[in-house]
């Protein structure tokens, strides 16, 4: 007994110094520490491993963290195309009412940043951008149009319980759109890398300084003045005039008195991808760090030498995206629409193909094997109790198979996550590892050695929960992931089955070799290291 109680308390210090470290460090480190037995440990390689690939129906992507925009075409895994809805609202819910008399738009433009930060700055200023969560530096045609579809934040057919929205309404979405002359894009400036040779920028943006009558400020040698510099972004014109008909004609805009008025009348913009290039440019965006910007004139106070009102330049700031968190400002519906060609059927022969996004595939893995004797226990499981091992730790890997996957890494899933298929909820050593990063539980993809790539989790306390606890064996999920640490569970169409959000919001995917793969070097595995009771 005194040997358990050491064991415990050496396990307990090496795990507390590797989950101060980074992902990728804790599953070699893990592996280094157990492999070199400094604590006397025996190895346990579990036998009966069973898989199986399957795929959902299609997601809800109404308000998702990150929503993603563009087209990425992966040899192995077929093309993705995904395009956006966003309402938008007023900051104050009632500022259309008080823009002041006769405003006319100067310009309207969209901003939405990339996840960036700031590089290096020169002399002058001028900033570089280390941006991040953009897939590809190709270029596809962008449309942007009103939607004309109303979104609503409660569904009526379901006792008004949240409405749900799903990757594959594109259609829907496509019936009521509107733009300049019925159907023609707003986005429509001579600029074609706003339209039709649309690309991810990821230079900093200037904005220019203007005087009160709209003439520009120059600086000290004649160069337009810069008021303001901004992070890389998706920045696009819009058609002034539309937008100056639909909130300013006949002072429109003095009847839109609040959010909910606005979303009526003005149901938001669609923001569509064509894949005019075959060319990979996708992006992930925060939509709620994204605004759309009336700049525009309006009468101010009265000039006394004319005794005419002076026109005044300003700015306004409409809100887009959801942000749920406790300080929102911004609660405008989204609907991320998510359009794919891969065939699960025909990729499931053998190894484990998972894809995230709107139609996710996943795998299903089953530990220990056959009850051959019906008692309720997996014969192999049953072995393990019975032999009264103490688990020290029990880490499952899985492996790439790169041949399958082809020679595209840059759309590698950083992430895997392994949870309770059958309940549709996390493993307990997930719940146990208070690390921000989720480094104990693993999952990271692990490139230390470049011909061998793998991910591994460590599962010790769902395997001490079967052997002490009697937990249920239940069958193990295993798909891609966008954000490890967020596991809130999503809602497929046509099902109560559910899927992890993390999924939906990873279009891309790898391919993992089955427990019985030919080399048995890269099969999957779960090794089980123990002390065994005195």
Request: hydrophobic residues 30%.
């Amino acid at each position: 007994m005194r040997r358990k109680s050491i064991a415990k308390i050496l396990v307990f210090s090496a795990l507390s110094v590797t989950s101060v470290s980074c992902e990728q460090e804790f599953t070699e480190m893990g592996s280094d520490i157990i492999g070199n037995d400094p604590f006397g440990f025996d190895k346990y390689v579990v036998q009966n491993i069973e898989t199986t690939n399957g795929e959902t129906t299609s997601a809800n992507t109404r308000n998702l963290p990150v929503n993603n925009f563009g087209v990425y075409t992966h040899s192995a895994f077929g093309k993705t195309a995904a395009h956006f809805v966003t309402q938008i609202e007023m900051g104050d819910n009632s500022d259309l009412t008080s823009f002041g008399d006769n405003p006319v738009l100067d310009s309207v433009y969209v901003y939405i940043p990339f996840t960036s930060s700031v590089a290096s700055t020169d002399s002058d200023g001028n900033k570089s951008y280390n941006v991040s969560n953009i897939y590809g530096s190709g270029k596809f045609t962008l449309n942007v149009y009103e939607n004309g579809y109303f979104l609503r934040a409660t569904d009526p057919n379901n006792e008004f319980e949240t409405q749900f929205y799903y990757a594959d309404e594109k259609p829907m979405f496509d019936q009521y759109k509107k733009g300049l002359n019925g159907s023609d894009r707003l986005n429509n400036s001579s600029n074609t890398a706003q339209n039709t040779e649309f690309a991810f920028n990821k230079s900093e943006i200037k904005l220019y300084a203007y005087n009160a009558d709209g003439t520009p400020q120059l600086d000290d040698d004649g160069n337009p003045k810069v008021k303001e510099r901004i992070a890389p972004g998706v920045w696009l014109d819009l058609d002034k005039q539309y937008f100056q008909d639909k909130f300013f004609a006949n002072n429109k805009n003095k009847s839109i008195s609040n959010n909910a008025v606005l979303k009526e009348y003005f149901r938001g913009l669609y923001f569509e991808v064509v894949d005019a290039y075959n060319q990979n440019a996708l992006a992930q965006l925060d939509l709620s760090k994204g605004k759309v910007v009336f700049v525009y004139k309006a009468d101010g106070t009265v000039d006394s030498e004319t005794n005419q009102p002076k026109r005044e330049r300003k700015t306004y700031e409409f809100n887009i995206g959801f942000d749920n968190s406790t300080s929102a400002t911004s609660t405008a519906t989204t609907v991320n629409l998510l359009e794919s060609n891969f065939d699960l059927e025909n990729n499931s022969v053998g190894n484990l193909w998972l894809k995230g996004g709107g139609k996710s595939s996943y795998a299903t893995i089953s530990l220990f094997g056959n009850d051959s004797d019906n008692n309720g226990k997996a014969d192999e499981l049953e072995t393990i109790i019975n032999n009264k091992w103490l688990v020290n730790q029990a880490l499952l890997t899985v492996y790439v198979d790169r041949t399958a996957t082809g020679l595209d890494t840059i759309s590698s899933p950083k992430h895997l996550f392994l949870y309770d298929f059958k309940n549709n909820k996390v493993l307990a050593d997930y719940t146990n590892d208070t690390s921000t990063t989720k480094s104990v539980y693993g999952g990271v993809l692990n490139t230390n050695n470049s011909s061998v790539h793998k991910y591994q989790f460590r599962i010790t306390d769902h395997i001490n929960n079967l052997i002490q606890k009697d937990s249920t064996n239940v069958p193990l999920g295993l798909v891609v992931a966008n954000d490890i640490t967020n596991s809130v569970m999503n809602l497929v169409k046509t099902t109560d089955k559910k899927t992890p959000i993390t999924a939906t919001m990873n279009p891309f995917g790898t391919v993992i070799y089955a427990p019985n793969a030919s080399n048995s070097e890269l099969k999957m595995k779960l090794e089980i290291y123990y002390t065994k009771e005195k």
